[in-house]
């Protein structure tokens, strides 16, 4: 009861109309940053941040809260249309929403990863709302070797789940985890595979990679298209993309489950919406109704990825609130920005600040509202973009690949890497290897590399940290599990697709 109190409490605070306007903008201002290729949560929020030295604190972080929404919103609308993830947490959305709109189904996909945005945001949320400082003792109790742990099961779960075979997916993450090496190393600071190159000394930059390996590759695909007179299937229109009511009901499963377990990764210290949405389609491709089709173009693909990245956002506001821990990097920059303001995050914050939590909290109800109405109101003029020539698109979007490159570091040298990352991915494509798998490595390695050694630091180099907890030792049977069937399908020649589902919504 007292916790419906703060809430109504809160309602009244962020229901004003300085508040409602800055959720407003927020929603708007992050679906946009969010398709845009190159920019994403972080980089929208450390930009915003500076411009709210003088507003009201919480208005302050409504707005940039329903950024976040809005960004995780936005990322997937490039991701879907042009192969380009607009963000880290869309990567996953692109390995089904592409091939969606390749066969003229955009807007199912584009509805689709709104209605499981919202939807799990809304658990989220809700969640949030009864549970957040229990929530954050979960997350306290993945120690460094938990989270390796964790790490491990998710890094050889990519290439057995995303790709069509365990052989070339595994290798498909070697080559992620071989990349994430390069630059300064964490543990020793010595300079790694640099070759002498001032530009490789911070590592090899995410957006290049992920634009290079989804967005020019898949250019390279449209101008072969092209030439070879190929072309794809008729585009529907919007109102025939329109999903039923029955189709709206049999997603809800799907997105609830993904947004309970997004929820659940989000609160992980260093996890993130990139991991949740990763964890959320290994559950959907396990016992997803049309599991087969995932990774060919299956709107419940799309669910899966959106549905746990925003959830994931959503929790990583748990432990940030609760403990003052980030969950995410971008939840990082908003701990900054509550010191700055004079808050300190923590046990005590509920007590002292009581406005300012519930009032953050009830934004988030209307910051969703909000961000899915408008991320409903922009797909007619999304779905414009697929009536574009092809003979228009292909400079459009090779334009957005070298701008986008070019403007995280304002290096040249970030371009000319990110065309031939792309000539390489193309040639990886046409052999079948899956590029997903190579991203998702990319992202997790760093951390997992970071937690071994925190572990080893803590336990003097004993192996025994890895078991001693029954979370540690839960996640190491998982491993050893996850192996043991992957070392099964290799003994017996495994690796190719099952038979095909019927496809559904």
Partial sequence: MDTLQSLMAGFAISLMPANLLAALIGSVLGIVIGAIPGLGSVTAIALLLPLTFGVEPTTAIIMLAAVYFGCMFGGAYSAILINIPGDAPAVITAVDGYPMARRG????????????????????????????????????????AETALLILVALTSIGWLLGSSPWKGLVSTGLGILL????????????????????????????????????????????????????????????????SRADAA?????????????TLTGVLPGAGATVGSFFAYILEKRIGRNRAQMGKGCVEGVVASEAGNNAAA??????????????????????????????????????????FV??????????????????FAIIPFLMRILSIPTGILIPLIAMVCVVAAYSVNGNMFDVWFMLGVGVAAYLLKLADYPVAPLLLAFVLAPRLETSMRQAFDISNGGLHIFVSSPIAVALLIAFVAVIAILAVQLARGGGDDVEQAPKGF
């Fill in 314 to 355: 959503v929790g990583s506001f748990a432990p940030l609130l609760s403990l003052g821990i980030p969950g995410s990097g971008t939840s990082a920059i908003l701990l900054g920005g509550l010191m700055m303001w004079g808050l300190q995050p923590g046990p005590l914050l509920f007590q002292t600040q009581p406005d």
């Fill in 250 to 262: 049999a997603l809800f499963p799907p997105s609830l489950r993904s947004g309970l377990v997004g």
């Fill in 105 to 144: 189904e955009a807007g199912r996909a584009l509805f689709g990863a709104n209605y499981a945005s919202f939807i799990g945001a809304t658990i989220a949320i809700i969640i949030l709302t009864f549970t957040g400082p229990l929530l954050a003792g979960f997350g306290l109790r993945f120690g460094p």
């Fill in 180 to 243: 994430s090496t390069i630059g300064i190393g964490v543990t020793f600071g010595q300079p790694r595979f640099t070759f002498d190159s001032i530009n490789l000394l911070n590592g090899i930059s995410f957006i290049p990679l992920v634009i290079g390996m989804f967005g020019f590759a898949q250019l390279m695909e449209m101008v072969g298209t092209k030439l070879s007179g190929e072309a794809p299937k008729s585009r529907v229109g919007i109102r025939e993309s329109f999903p």
């Fill in 358 to 375: 519930w009032g953050l909290i009830s934004s988030m109800y209307i910051g969703n509202i909000m961000a899915v109405i408008a991320a």
